[in-house]
């Protein structure tokens, strides 16, 4: 912000060039995720089968030549965690919206509609909130913003704020909230309604 006062701008070439140093984006969806980083365990083994399958959506959308588009069984480490961060992450912010995740209560039903039950609106403010949680995740691991994408040096240019980011890859995210019924149900989890007077069985602590 170039209002603070200079001391407090770390523009200095210390601070730039230090390797645990994150300038993150002026968004506060990405504040938001990277104050609760360290809060929302990643790693569930009952999130497993939801962080598979959002894998899976994944790379069916993504370009072929990307290294993130490995079988599921041959994912690096850190990309098999960026898909349990995304389910975890989204049973944090689902809360916001009124809604929670249980195991399945009657077998059969279909899963909830997100579209229906939020409106586009909600819709979009929780693919912001999933945007912030992705741009925390990449900083973390070392990306950082370019013009260009680069994957082999971990540079994006979509390392923006939400209202930077073009339509089509704000679209990215709005599909990954629209598609969480199908990764949780996956699970045997499901969302539904906190109001709902059915007893929510936990999944974990949150």
């Given at each position: 912000?170039?209002?603070?006062?200079?001391?407090?701008?770390?523009?200095?070439?210390?601070?730039?060039?230090?390797?645990?140093?994150?300038?993150?984006?002026?968004?506060?969806?990405?504040?938001?995720?990277?104050?609760?980083?360290?809060?929302?365990?990643?790693?569930?083994?009952?999130?497993?089968?939801?962080?598979?399958?959002?894998?899976?959506?994944?790379?069916?959308?993504?370009?072929?030549?990307?290294?993130?588009?490995?079988?599921?069984?041959?994912?690096?480490?850190?990309?098999?965690?960026?898909?349990?961060?995304?389910?975890?992450?989204?049973?944090?912010?689902?809360?916001?919206?009124?809604?929670?995740?249980?195991?399945?209560?009657?077998?059969?039903?279909?899963?909830?509609?997100?579209?229906?039950?939020?409106?586009?609106?909600?819709?979009?403010?929780?693919?912001e909130m999933e945007?912030?949680?992705?741009?925390?995740?990449?900083?973390?691991?070392?990306?950082?913003?370019?013009?260009?994408?680069?994957?082999?040096?971990?540079?994006?240019?979509?390392?923006?704020?939400?209202?930077?980011?073009?339509?089509?890859?704000?679209?990215?995210?709005?599909?990954?909230?629209?598609?969480l019924p199908g990764?949780?149900?996956?699970?045997?989890?499901?969302?539904?309604?906190?109001?709902?007077?059915?007893?929510?069985?936990?999944?974990?602590?949150?």
């Amino acid at each position: 912000d170039p209002n603070l006062p200079k001391e407090r701008q770390f523009n200095d070439s210390t601070w730039l060039d230090h390797r645990n140093f994150i300038r993150l984006p002026l968004d506060r969806m990405t504040l938001r995720a990277f104050i609760l980083v360290d809060e929302l365990p990643c790693r569930r083994a009952e999130f497993e089968s939801a962080a598979r399958r959002a894998h899976e959506e994944y790379v069916k959308t993504a370009i072929p030549t990307e290294p993130s588009l490995l079988p599921w069984q041959d994912l690096e480490e850190n990309l098999r965690l960026s898909n349990f961060h995304q389910v975890a992450y989204a049973e944090n912010i689902l809360r916001t919206a009124g809604l929670g995740v249980r195991k399945i209560v009657r077998a059969g039903k279909p899963p909830l509609k997100i579209q229906s039950v939020l409106g586009d609106a909600e819709v979009r403010r929780l693919a912001e909130m999933e945007h912030g949680r992705w741009n925390v995740e990449r900083f973390l691991l070392g990306w950082r913003y370019a013009e260009t994408k680069d994957i082999p040096r971990r540079l994006s240019p979509y390392l923006v704020p939400w209202d930077k980011l073009p339509p089509e890859i704000q679209q990215y995210d709005v599909n990954a909230i629209l598609s969480l019924p199908g990764k949780f149900q996956a699970a045997g989890l499901e969302i539904y309604r906190l109001a709902e007077s059915a007893p929510e069985l936990p999944t974990g602590n949150v």
